[in-house]
């Protein structure tokens, strides 16, 4: 449903929606009225046969469009109880409870243990502007949404929340008043959260894949002002990653119609293995080769028309067996591996898997000089924090939290369990922007950045089985493949995350490396490539 959706900040938001009131064609009211009953259509959709609802309205605009869901809710036939703050007079939250016909009850814990149980729940109480935990009775009331005395199985599958779950910072993913670790105990976990338009980072982020529940995005007519609105406060595109992918587009059009001089050349060609480009994955010592061969073996199946691994002399006979479609030659330093990549051919390179930290310095001046498309995982990342430096064009890095911890030590403080002080994306954006490079920082909200100031947000907490040895080598091997098929870097990454995920949903428990290698085939065909 959100494939490629583009993400809007808070403060993005916020300016969308005041162009598109400022221009006259509808007003804060309306689009008021269009978001509650959007929520409501939701309900309506998972919950088909009318029942009883308790919709919980704060004192701002979240609360107004939870007043528009009980009025539409009971107009199609449930049984509504309404908790509502007073709003701010004369304001477009106001007009919304004027419109609701039945008595508010107080917004208290108290007020809803004495109401009968309901088949829904509605959290209208803070949405996007929320900037301090929430305080007072209303906190007492979340704590007992999210579980207090042992109401967490009763309440949680059917709670659904207006924007987001109340507590839940739009911009960080963080639940506020806490840090970057779990969420905690009292946290809203929901059925269901109905945002407005484009996703924001805080439902891909941190603590909001395991408390949005399921994410829909409702359109209430600000598509046209989008560009308008964000025009001057959106810096760069922010993207959600969804597994779907057009592997036929192999390279982005370089010329009108996109006919670009590779496409000609590739049909020309007739799909030569080398018109589908080459990769090279430099292999460590003896005994050590198996991260290697998994990032070979993903670069073929995900594409590349030839891979070659590249270990020391000492290891070559480890890399004979099994019979495979690899090619092998020998790199024991860095001039043999310079000539390797000096073929006029196209050629990507992958290095740290499984390579050594002492091979992968020795070999990391060559992979500079070559100015070949690369992608730097696992102990390469660790020798370039000790030797940091300019890297070639449509360069990767793969690192996880203690990898991007040595390459970035100021900024991986600022992704720390404390309190953030600064979303992800903007983390992520710096520390691509220092190293001249795409970052891929891997985990359960997989953010993808460029130089250039795009970030992609990749967020499944659903696949934990993806977490398993190897699999890291495996993502690197895609990216290696797509690099050498030709897509720009950011490309490749964003493409590269999209597919591992992808196999991992498809598989399901159980899953170890060589499952996601087995399972690329079936997920690009079932996308067209």
């Not at 959260?193 to 980072?201: I, Q």
Request: net charge neutral.
């Amino acid at each position: 449903m959100m494939e490629g959706s583009e993400i809007v900040t808070v403060a993005q938001m916020r300016a969308i929606e005041s162009a598109a009131i400022g221009s006259g064609v509808t007003s804060g009211l309306n689009l008021m009225t269009r978001a509650g009953r959007a929520v409501a259509g939701q309900i309506r959709l998972r919950w088909p046969s009318p029942g009883r609802a308790v919709v919980l309205c704060g004192p701002g605009a979240n609360g107004g469009d939870g007043f528009v869901v009980a009025r539409a809710l009971a107009q199609a036939g449930w049984r509504v109880d309404v908790l509502g703050a007073a709003p701010r007079p004369g304001s477009d939250a106001a007009a919304a409870r004027a419109q609701w016909p039945g008595p508010v009850l107080p917004l208290t814990r108290a007020a809803l243990c004495a109401l009968p149980d309901a088949d829904v729940y509605v959290d209208a109480i803070f949405g996007t502007g929320l900037t301090r935990p929430p305080e007072g009775e209303v906190a007492a009331l979340l704590r007992h949404l999210g579980g207090e005395g042992g109401d967490a199985a009763f309440y949680r599958p059917r709670l659904v929340a207006v924007d987001a779950p109340s507590g839940l910072c739009l911009d960080s993913g963080v639940i506020l008043g806490s840090g970057r670790a779990a969420p905690p105990w009292h946290a809203l976990r929901v059925a269901m959260t109905v945002t407005f338009d484009s996703p924001k980072p805080g439902h891909l982020l941190e603590h909001g894949p395991l408390t949005c529940g399921q994410l829909v995005v409702a359109d209430i007519g600000l598509e046209p002002f989008r560009v308008q609105g964000g025009r001057g406060l959106r810096p760069a595109l922010m993207t959600a990653l969804w597994p779907r992918f057009d592997l036929a587009d192999r390279r982005r059009p370089q010329g009108p119609g996109g006919e670009g001089p590779w496409l000609r050349k590739q049909q020309s060609e007739g799909g030569h293995k080398y018109a589908h480009g080459a990769a090279l994955i430099v292999a460590g010592g003896a005994v050590s080769g198996g991260a290697a061969r998994l990032a070979a073996r993903a670069a073929l199946r995900v594409g590349a028309g030839l891979v070659t691994l590249a270990p020391p002399a000492a290891a070559m006979a480890e890399h004979a067996l099994p019979p495979d479609a690899l090619m092998r030659r020998t790199v024991d330093d860095a001039d043999a591996l310079a000539k390797l990549a000096s073929d006029r051919r196209g050629m990507a390179l992958c290095i740290g898997p499984g390579c050594g930290v002492t091979r992968a310095a020795a070999l990391l001046e060559a992979v500079r000089a070559a100015a070949r498309p690369a992608v730097l995982d696992a102990d390469a990342l660790t020798a370039l924090a000790k030797a940091p430096g300019a890297l070639p064009p449509d360069c990767v890095l793969t690192p996880h939290g203690g990898e991007f911890a040595r390459l970035f030590p100021d900024l991986a403080d600022q992704l720390s369990t404390d309190a953030p002080s600064r979303p992800k994306p903007a983390i992520l954006r710096e520390a691509a922007r220092r190293i001249g490079a795409v970052i891929v920082f891997k985990g359960p909200d997989t953010v993808i950045a460029d130089p250039q100031g795009q970030v992609a947000i990749h967020s499944d907490p659903q696949i934990p089985w993806l977490a398993t040895a190897g699999s890291g080598d495996v993502l690197a091997g895609i990216i290696t493949g797509l690099l050498a098929r030709g897509l720009p870097a950011f490309d490749a990454a964003c493409l590269g995350v999209r597919l591992h995920g992808a196999v991992a949903r498809r598989h399901g428990p159980g899953l170890i490396a060589d499952d996601l290698i087995d399972g690329l085939a079936p997920v690009i065909a079932e996308w067209g490539g």
